[in-house]
């Protein structure tokens, strides 16, 4: 399998996180819609093989990666001011640069970053008058990011061509909530074949997952934790019920160890709906890190 770098730009405010689960469920509705059901189960089929065909990270600031969960490091009895600032200023960064473990990538790809968040005001709607119900106003959270460019990482046997069909397929309706409205409007720029530089058994996960401790080092694992209750979309959301089953996946940045040479962690997750048919992303490319992070 291939590791890729895909260079997206985001043309628009966006509502749905840019999480590597969400991506991959693009990527299935992509392919329900240009070619056929058969087309679906074929891909699911190979998803939940021992060898995946294509497995999307988060999306990420040009020139970045999710930052490695920190190491432990006992409390110290009495901080000085200095430190004291510092530690605040690293718990603020979410991003790294992507120089550090690609080899190929310069330094001066990666600029500050930040998302703003907006909240914007919606009516309810009485679907059944199709009138607006008075004194029934509520926040949507939208996020504006300061640059629009973006990486994300694609871990797949498929050749480039259908990779950038695949991606192309994923975001022509825009991506998550309020797609219908202009939101999450991305395009595909650019897809690069991409080489680790460092060799290692420590990982950091470059998207949100289900743990195989399998194949992880007793103890190793460091991460948050997130609770995700999937929406389905497409035909099926106004069909049958629109949410999955919750689940629990440890967040992109995860860091672990493995006895044995990896390109992924996790595997896709069924049985998270009443229809069988639907499935849930929990799967992560990883990259090797430096045994001192």
């Not at 497409?234 to 689940?247: D, E, H, L, Q």
């Not at 860091?255 to 849930?280: M, N, W, Y």
């Amino acid at each position: 399998m291939q590791l890729y770098k895909v260079s997206i730009k985001l043309k628009s405010a966006f509502v749905t996180p840019l999480k590597g689960d969400t991506i991959w469920g693009h990527i299935v509705w992509g392919i329900a819609n240009h070619e056929d059901e058969q087309a679906v189960e074929k891909f699911l089929a190979e998803e939940k093989s021992a060898t995946p065909s294509l497995i999307v990270s988060s999306a990420f600031p040009k020139g970045t990666i999710c930052k490695p969960f920190p190491k432990h490091e006992d409390r110290k009895p009495r901080l000085s001011t200095e430190e004291y600032s510092q530690i605040k200023k690293i718990k603020k960064e979410k991003f790294v640069s992507s120089a550090k473990y690609f080899s190929d990538f310069s330094e001066n790809e990666t600029k500050s970053f930040i998302f703003e968040r907006v909240q914007t005001m919606h009516n309810s709607i009485n679907r059944f008058s199709n009138t607006v119900e008075e004194g029934n106003l509520f926040a949507v959270e939208e996020f504006w990011a300061s640059g629009q460019d973006f990486d994300l990482y694609v871990l797949s046997s498929y050749s480039k061509e259908r990779l950038s069909q695949l991606l192309d397929w994923a975001f022509e309706n825009g991506y998550g909530a309020d797609s219908s409205t202009g939101k999450g409007e991305i395009s595909v720029e650019n897809i690069i074949p991409v080489q680790p530089k460092i060799s290692s058994n420590k990982y950091v996960a470059l998207a949100p997952f289900v743990a195989d401790f399998s194949e992880i080092k007793e103890n190793s694992l460091r991460a948050n934790t997130f609770i995700r209750t999937g929406k389905i979309g497409g035909a099926f959301a106004s069909s049958m019920c629109p949410y999955k089953k919750t689940v629990v996946l440890f967040d992109e940045g995860a860091v672990f160890e493995s006895a044995i040479p990896l390109q992924f962690i996790g595997k896709l997750i069924t049985k998270v709906h009443s229809d069988e048919r639907i499935c849930q992303s929990g799967f992560a490319p990883i990259l090797p890190i430096g045994d001192d992070e």
